[in-house]
């Protein structure tokens, strides 16, 4: 089992790499695609995995990840269960800015699953942000490709003046109203 | 930051970073340790800053002035964009504000009507507990018109309280006038009826000979005089 490691190799010239891990495969498949479909200046490789550690007999051909975002399904438990255990399997180091939780499915409010408070409780703990979003929803899917493209340079290190770190600590205080 | 270092010296840091290995977050205060880590590294990237200081882009002041300008015009841009968001936001919860008043006032007014025809209810049944309380009184007193007239009956459980009692007085009060006026008046025995006081008893007296109507005006009754 290969491990995620933030700077265990060299980053590629102009390029990004961003993992998404979450149990809903089609979600994740519609976000890549909208992520792909947005104007960016670099180059960018998604890769999409269910569950974490990932398998170590590619890993020479991965590229260095920038951005971890962790899918949650509102509507599923299991999706909750299943970040939270594949969570233990990342390197601390992630945890400075280059890991997000992204909440989907939140535009169905009657099928909720996953109490706010599970959610908050994440990013209390993992000092990561957290977006929501509803995919199903056209406007809305692209404005969080937007998103996580932009979080996505800044945690590849090309936007000069602004590390990972920084950002995540700037997103976390400007959403922070609770207790 | 780091990865700008990064490409600056890569050999030497790569191959240190490599060597770390993974560590991740230990199960029991994960974010105790996770605090602590990224206090290091905000330290680490504050001295960083510290030591650095801004270069001049260039001297001369046209350059200045036109980069200036462009960085404000991208300023300017943004803002617009975000004030325009913001005013269409506004906008639309205006707007939800106002429809959702109107649905709240359209639930009160169905709130009062209910509140209205509940009332009613009560009244009604109100009034039935009353007309039965009258029945009782009228039947114990008056047990001779119900048996005698089952249609009395029929007519007053239909009829609401006030006119039952009307028609009942009415038709023992028709033979307790006729008997009166007989007795008092024996000169001016005739009682003039009219249509409320129940045409049937009416009939009844006078086909059976206790009641005799005025030769002359049909309106006229009186109590056939069987004491004489």
Not at chain 1, 44 to 70: G, K, Q, Y
Not at chain 1, 143 to 163: E, K
Not at chain 2, 13 to 36: I, R, V, W
Request: charged share 20%.
């Amino acid at each position: 089992m290969a491990a995620v490691r933030p700077f265990g190799k060299l980053p590629a010239l102009n390029s990004a790499a961003l993992l998404l891990v979450g149990s809903d495969e089609g979600a994740q498949q519609q976000l890549a695609e909208a992520i792909l479909k947005e104007k960016k200046s670099f180059k960018i490789s998604i890769h999409l995995a269910t569950s974490l550690p990932l398998p170590s007999e590619r890993d020479h051909l991965r590229p260095r990840i920038d951005l971890i975002a962790f899918m949650i399904d509102i509507k599923s438990k299991y999706s909750l269960k299943n970040v939270e255990a594949s969570l233990a399997h990342v390197d601390a180091s992630f945890f400075l800015g280059k890991v997000c939780f992204l909440v989907t499915g939140v535009g169905r409010v009657n099928y909720c699953s996953v109490e706010t408070n599970a959610v908050w409780k994440l990013r209390d703990v993992y000092c990561s942000p957290v977006l929501y979003c509803e995919l199903e929803l056209e406007g809305i899917r692209v404005a969080t490709a937007q998103r996580l493209l932009r979080m996505l340079q800044i945690c590849a290190g090309h936007v000069p003046g602004v590390s990972a770190l920084s950002f995540g600590s700037l997103m976390r205080n400007s959403e922070d109203e609770q207790p | 930051m780091f990865s700008v270092l990064f490409s600056l010296f890569p050999t030497k840091c790569q191959s240190k970073l490599t060597l770390l290995g993974t560590e991740t977050l230990p199960e029991s205060d994960a974010k105790l340790s996770l605090l602590m880590m990224r206090v290091k590294a905000l330290t680490a990237e504050y001295n960083l800053w510290q030591k650095r200081s801004p270069e001049i882009i260039s001297t001369n002041p046209d350059v200045l002035v036109a980069l200036g300008k462009e960085e404000l015009q991208k300023v300017k841009n943004d803002l617009e964009m975000v004030l325009s968001t913001v005013q269409s936001k506004n906008k639309k919860l205006r707007e939800d504000l106002k429809r959702e008043q109107q649905w709240h006032d359209e639930q009160l007014q169905i709130v009062d009507v209910l509140s209205g025809i509940e009332e009613e209810m009560k009244n009604q049944v109100v009034q039935f507990s009353e007309k039965r309380i009258l029945v009782l009184i009228f039947t114990s007193e008056n047990m001779w018109g119900i048996l005698h007239f089952p249609v009395v009956l029929y007519f007053f459980l239909r009829s609401n309280s006030s006119c039952s009692v009307h028609i009942l007085n009415l038709m023992l009060l028709v033979f307790q006038i006729l008997i009166n006026k007989l007795m008092s008046t024996p000169h001016e025995p005739y009682l003039t009826i009219s249509d409320s006081f129940w045409p049937p008893y009416i009939e009844l007296l006078l086909r059976y000979g206790i009641a005799l109507r005025h030769p002359e005006d049909p309106n006229r009754i009186r109590l056939e005089a069987f004491h004489q």
